[in-house]
């Protein structure tokens, strides 16, 4: 069945390219990170032809298909459909599942009778998603547009029209060359920027699986040849932010995780001691589970047992026979105080002592609790005071319904002592159940885990909290993560408002001005204001902004020389500085002061005998000076 179908999106190919007098609409989705859950990729028009959307890569998101009525044809409602064909908008859609051998992918085998909503199922970063349809030739090529920045609401989405061309893909965009072979002419906007910030692709991710974070990389390149120089040539550009992504949000494959060490076998001398490993999952950076140890593919390559040594034999006997100290002396434990459920064992605690008391806070604990499995209907059964001569225990009868819908669950009941007499309290042995477990008839397919919601996004005022959110199911006996779709539909939510204490007088600023000079070291000045939250200037009784906090209102730019041209005509000042807007890629040269220069004809002389660095002197060779100091930095 797969072979066929795979035969059948093969065919649409030489369909596409034998396709006269329509126009190629050919785009990528590449937004890396979206909201969970459904969202929008583009909107294929009515007339459309050849529709073929696939995958990049192999990912744990799925592609829907939603008509118009808002119903989906493929892969709603978190159920994922079987390798197969649909018919839907007048045509049959080829859906081909993913698999180690496939990619996830779709394809129209006729035209479209009425639009669709290509969707995708997102649970991980998205790798890009490429479609492409033809349309006729007399189809407005603006609604194909107004399509297409509905999915840029969605993600950064490409697309272009290919009418009697060719095209072809760079940077994962689409960039289209005409008949001449040209790229499009660029506007005399862009021409006036020589330089500016590029993205180069993201950081290696922080951690390899369970969730990490990686962030975007700037280069300073000129805009014309697109070729990377010093990053100073961007000084005076503001450089993007720096924005963090999840990636490598993938369980961690399980491995063994080591137990604490046993107590030395041996209280004297050389013994052994042991610990147990356990079979171990991340599956987030707040959460990692324990799973059966089938789990675990690699070797227990940790030690589980080791030598130890505590004093020698002969000192213990020695300080035994010279003043033996006292120690606690414990007895077995009881049975559980249940035959089922949660219950009590206890034990009997001695000192041994020929003369000093024993130490208190070091006495083993007398009693403990103790949980068996969960008790049967039959064999649920009150606990009552044995001892008749002591105060009764009263309590309430256990509820009738489980705690859980589904699975294993809680019943809970409260206690009070029946003592008349407060000199005389109930026994804390035989204090009556208060919590035992039950079971629900029907078997949970998955559970919702939440884990704690974060900080508050904002020191004050309105803010926003995250936590995460995973479902979890009981396989085998134990607790493993499995997709969203396996859970109910109303997931917890993952984000929520918060509000800090009430903001105060604040620093605000504006954008960078331009460089009031283009070499020689310019100045750029913005406005630093502080005000109060709705946007006035703190009156006198309210907080002031710290001073120590303003921020910076002027800076430095453009701080290389400038380029000198020389003048055989003009005799009195043959080199002249001349300011180059945005060229700063000149020979070195002089600061452009008109002040500056030779008084006396005798300034090689200062400069041989290296008299610049006396004030007096440079007074008079001025430019001799800068020019010696400048050759020699």
């Excluded at 006997?317 to 559980?336: E, F, I, K, L, N």
């Excluded at 885990?449 to 909290?465: H, I, L, N, R």
């Excluded at 408002?497 to 605000?508: A, M």
Aim: hydrophobic share 30%; net charge neutral; aromatic share 6%.
């Amino acid at each position: 069945m797969l072979r066929r179908l795979l035969a059948t999106v093969i065919l649409l190919v030489p369909h596409l390219v034998a396709t006269n007098g329509g126009r190629l609409i050919d785009g990528i989705f590449t937004e890396p990170t979206l909201q969970p859950g459904y969202n929008l990729v583009t909107t294929v028009p009515k007339g459309a032809s050849a529709l073929n959307v696939t995958e990049l890569r192999h990912t744990q998101n799925y592609l829907a298909i939603r008509l118009q009525d808002g119903t989906f044809l493929l892969n709603g409602n978190y159920n994922i459909n079987l390798s197969g064909e649909y018919k839907a908008a007048g045509t049959t859609f080829v859906y081909i599942r993913q698999s180690p051998q496939h990619l996830e992918s779709f394809a129209a085998l006729g035209t479209l009778q009425e639009p669709i909503d290509v969707m995708v199922l997102y649970q991980e970063p998205n790798p890009g998603i490429i479609y492409r349809y033809i349309i006729p030739g007399n189809m407005n090529v603006m609604s194909i547009k107004s399509h297409s920045r509905l999915g840029a609401a969605y993600g950064k989405t490409s697309e272009i029209s290919v009418p009697n061309s060719v095209y072809r893909k760079s940077d994962n965009a689409s960039s289209m060359i005409g008949d001449e072979g040209m790229p499009p002419p660029t506007s005399r906007r862009n021409r006036k920027r020589k330089f500016s910030w590029k993205p180069v692709g993201l950081t290696e991710c922080t951690k390899s699986c369970g969730g990490g974070y990686q962030t975007k990389r700037y280069i300073c390149v000129r805009e014309h040849t697109q070729m990377q120089v010093p990053e100073k040539r961007c000084h005076a550009l503001e450089k993007p932010k720096l924005v963090q992504l999840r990636c490598n949000v993938r369980p961690c494959p399980p491995k063994w995780r080591s137990g604490p060490w046993s107590e030395c076998s041996a209280s004297c001398g050389k013994g052994v001691r042991v610990r147990e490993l356990e079979c171990v999952q991340e599956v987030n950076p707040m959460l990692t589970m324990r799973v059966p140890d089938g789990a675990c593919m690699d070797l227990k390559t940790l030690p589980v047992s080791e030598s130890c040594e505590t004093s020698s034999c002969e000192d213990r006997s020695r300080m035994t026979h010279a003043a033996p100290a006292p120690y606690w002396d414990v007895g077995t434990w009881s049975q559980c105080s249940t035959t089922c459920g949660p219950g009590r064992r206890t034990r009997q605690v001695t000192c041994i002592t020929l003369g000093n008391p024993c130490i208190v806070t070091e006495m083993p604990a007398v009693h403990e609790p103790c949980d068996l499995e969960p008790c049967s209907t039959e064999s649920l059964k009150n606990v009552v005071p044995t001892d008749p001569n002591a105060s009764p225990w009263l309590y309430t009868e256990w509820p009738q319904e489980c705690s859980a819908e589904c699975g294993t669950g809680l019943l809970t009941r409260r206690t009070l002592c029946g003592a008349a007499d407060e000199n005389e309290p109930c026994e804390e042995d035989s204090k009556p159940l208060t919590v035992r477990t039950c079971s629900y008839n029907r078997t949970c397919s998955g559970q919702w885990f939440t884990g704690p919601w974060s900080q508050c996004s904002s020191d004050c005022g309105e803010g926003e909290q995250v936590r995460e959110v995973v479902c979890v199911t009981a396989l085998r006996g134990s607790l493993r993560v499995v997709l969203d779709m396996n859970c109910p539909v109303n997931k917890p939510e993952t984000r929520i408002s918060c509000q800090g204490p009430p903001c105060t007088s604040s620093w605000f600023m504006s954008d960078w001005s331009e460089c009031t000079r283009s070499c020689g070291k310019g100045m750029q000045k913005r406005e630093v204001k502080c005000l109060t939250p709705g946007g006035q200037p703190p009156e006198s009784n309210q907080p002031q902004c710290k001073a120590e906090d303003r921020p910076i209102s002027r800076r430095t730019c453009n701080d290389y020389p400038c380029r000198v041209i020389y003048d055989a005509h003009d005799s009195e000042n043959p080199r002249r500085v001349v300011q180059v807007q945005n060229d700063p890629e000149i020979p070195d040269g002089l600061v452009d002061d008109p002040l500056c220069r030779d008084n006396i004809s005798s300034c090689h002389l200062v400069i041989q005998a290296r008299l610049c660095a006396y004030q007096y002197y440079q007074n008079f060779c001025c430019l001799s000076c800068r020019r010696f100091k400048q050759e020699n930095e």
